[in-house]
Structures are given as structure tokens and as C-alpha cells.
């Protein structure tokens, strides 16, 4: 499979003249790609060791205002730099774009060098590196669900979202014929992701109209989280390239079904699946029953970092595979929870609470941090749930708002345990501030009903 470019292949396709531009992107608090496009005769000379950005790239929201109220950054403080630097081990090829590379940063601070503990990247390679001194890599999956529209983004924001049309006009869920008419995005998708090195399995219709759904082969933690954010990127622009418009927003319609990003885990131990244990019950080992435990009793204290924003929990309804419940069960899509490969060396465990809007790096982050407290403490994992878990009302529920979930993080011990005072106050103030934001909005639904009526 071609794979990542190394420093000195970039060099040579740099001189030979078959790479111009060189994409210098780090991953904000969104999970965006964000940077500068850099000739590449620059970046090969200098600016490999690293370039700037202003601080409130990570102290921001999608519309990139300036909020109040961020310890780390403000116009008090005068809005400084970041320093991104390259890590040279993810250069890419972007086969979509004309003569481009890629090449992903860490953040850095601009003064000590030192990683900006509220990066996404930061974040996760700090739970990774918490989790190898216990003894364990962490391999991780991200399914990428979103939906297609048959007209650009371009003309759907001129129409003030009004023009809405799905690519294609029914439920699509494994269908070869729906999904044959969408080639002419999706090949394209497929070939370009894998030829930039990026393990892709597949693409299929899921279960609404317009609906589709991107697996990549499971990787390392921090791979997986880097080739989400590439993936969805591109996604977006090879869609765009083609003249239609691919939504990450969890839920479009109330009438349709939303859109979700699943999150597979498993724990290997000196290149052995450490989930794995055929002698016990489910093929699931100490280890995996102490992880998901952590996993499903911490799920409330993290939820925000699997739905961030007002829409997000639009998603969680009853009957739409959108799990609204802190239970586990054995392949069953009902339970947040899922226990996959049962009595197989595949043996997992599927987080299916997070919507299509998360950030790979950040729900990795807390999911991992959970995990390994569950190991800690040693935790005791409940029985499987069975049956229809939205009717169960003995199963606790996850929170329901983004206002509960704000609350949840803002209170939880564990996380302030792990993932540090600072950390956990930046976030929950991003959390606030996009509460803030809806809040103040007067919305079309209360014209509507309200207007003449009330
Ligand atoms: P489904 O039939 O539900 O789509 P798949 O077998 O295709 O399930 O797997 C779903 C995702 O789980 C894929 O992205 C796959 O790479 C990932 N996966 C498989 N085995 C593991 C594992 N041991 N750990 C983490 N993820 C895994």
C-alpha cells in the first residue's frame, strides 16, 4: 500500500518538481485541519522546523469569534503565538490536490517549547503514553458517517440552507445500485484517502437517504485520530470538488436519522490482543472487563467530548440506533455499549454514543483516560444488558443536553484527575460558550409556532 512520505522523499519530489505545496495543519479544539499552504521549497529548507499561529485557534468555535473567558489566551493577554511543529513521521501525499503534501503539527508553546496541554494531539498522547507505562497499546477504529446533498455547499449556504436535497431519494442502508450512482464521489474518496496512506476498508449506504459511512482499518490511537481528521477533511473537499455538498452535522432533519462516529477499542499487549482471553466467558479478558467498566462508568463525566455542540444531542432519540443509555451488551446496537468479536482474537468494544461532529483526538483522549481508571481501580464490569435497552429503566442514561453535559464535566473528579484543572476548565468553558451562543438566538421553530399564535 503506498504510505507516508519520509523528509527526504518530500526533498526529492520537491526538486524533481512533482510536489509545490506542502499543507502545514494541526487539529483544533473542532478537529478541523487548520494552517498555511506553503511552497514547498520553504518548507524543505526551513520552515520543517516549525512555523507560528495566533493562540486563539485553539480557543475558538466553527465561526471563529473570540470568546471571553479562556485562561489560556485573550485580548488582555494580546492574542500571542503557537509554534506548530511539523511532525515529519505524518508527511503525506494529498493525491486530491494538485502537487500537494501534507504534513500534521504539534502545538507548541511559543516561550517554553513545551505542548499546549489543551491541543487535541497533546491530549491524546498523554493518555497514550499514561497507557504504554502500564504495559498496553491502544488500537483504535473511527467510522466516519455524513451525508451527501446533491447541490454544492457553496450554493446550499447562498439558499440559507433552504435547498437541502439528499443525494439520493431513500433509505440506502448496504444498497450496491444507490451507492453505484455516488461513485462519482466515492471512488474518488476511496483511491485518494488510500493512496495517501491511509488503511481505507470501505465505503456503504447507511440508513437514511443520502446517508454513507467510511471505515478505516484500525490503527495505532494516535494514526486513528490523524486519519479521521484527514478523512473527513477530505470528504468534505473532494465533494466540494465534485460540485455537492457532505455533512458532518449530526443531525440535519428532524425527521432523519443522524449521523454517528463509533468508536472501536481494544488494548494489545507486545503485538498480542490483550481484550482476549479464550478460557472466559465472551472471549473477554480481566483486562477488557476492568476497561469497559471505566469506559461505561465515567461515560456520563465525558459525554461532551463526544457531542459538543446544541445538535449534537438532537441525535440521541429512541429507535434511531443512537444509544442513550450507559449499558453494555453483546452485539446488540441498542446499548451504548457493544461488545464486538465476541470469543475471537477481534474481541472489542464499540462506543456508539458519539455523534458525526466529535473530535477523534479528544474522544479518544477521555475514552482512553476512562479506560485506564477502570484498569487502576481494577472496576467491576455489570452483566450485559439484552433486549431493546431504550425500554430499559433500570439502565442509566447518558446526559440528554448539552447543558447537563457541560454540568457532568464540569464536576467530575476523574477528569480533572487526569486530564488536568486547566485542561478540563478550558473545555467546559468552550462548552458554555456555545450554549451562550444558541441561547441568545431567536430560532426559526419559535417563529414559526409562535408568531401569529401565541
Ligand atoms: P462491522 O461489520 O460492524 O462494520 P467490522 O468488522 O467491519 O464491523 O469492524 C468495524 C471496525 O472495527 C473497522 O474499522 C475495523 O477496522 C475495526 N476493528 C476490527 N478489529 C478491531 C480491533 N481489534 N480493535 C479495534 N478496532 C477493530
Known sequence: MPGTLTFEALKAAVQDGSIDTVLVCFVDMQGRLMGKRFHG????????????????????????????????????????????QPDLSTIR????????????????????????????????????????????????????????????????????????????????????FQTTKEEGVMRPIRNHLFAAGLPIENTKGEAEAGQAELNIRYSPALDCADHHSIAKHAIKEIAWQNGRAASFLPKWHHTRVGSSSHVHQSLWQQGEPAFFDPERKYGMSEVMEHYMAGLIAYSSDYTYFLAPYINSYKRFAKGTFAPTKAVWSV????????????????????????????????????MLAAGIKGLEDKMTLAAATTGDVYEDAKASDIPQTLRSATESLRNSGFLRECLGDDVVNHYTRAAEWEQEEFDRVVTDWEIARGFERA
Open 41 to 84: 521549497v520553504n518548507f524543505v529548507e526551513t520552515s520543517y522546523r516549525e512555523t507560528h499561529c495566533c493562540n486563539y485557534l485553539l480557543a475558538t468555535d466553527l465561526e471563529m469569534a473570540t470568546p471571553h473567558g479562556y485562561a489560556s489566551t485573550s485580548w488582555e493577554t494580546g492574542y500571542g503565538d503557537y509554534v506548530m
Open 93 to 176: 501525499p494529498v493525491p486530491w490536490l494538485e502537487s500537494t503534501a501534507m504534513v500534521l503539527c504539534d502545538v507548541l508553546d511559543h516561550h517554553t517549547h513545551e505542548p499546549v496541554p489543551h491541543s487535541p494531539r497533546a491530549m491524546l498522547k498523554k493518555q497514550i503514553a499514561r497507557l504504554e507505562a502500564l504495559g498496553f497499546d491502544a488500537m483504535m477504529a473511527t467510522e466516519l458517517e455524513f451525508f451527501l446533498f446533491e447541490k454544492s455547499l457553496d450554493d446550499i449556504r447562498k439558499s440559507g440552507f433552504s435547498s437541502l436535497e439528499p443525494f439520493s431519494g431513500y433509505n440506502e442502508d448496504y444498497h450496491i
Open 331 to 366: 452485539d446488540n446496537r441498542t446499548a451504548g455499549f457493544r461488545l464486538c468479536g465476541e470469543g475471537t482474537k477481534g474481541v472489542r468494544v464499540e462506543c456508539r454514543i458519539g455523534g458525526s461532529d466529535l473530535n477523534p483526538y479528544l474522544a479518544q483522549t477521555v
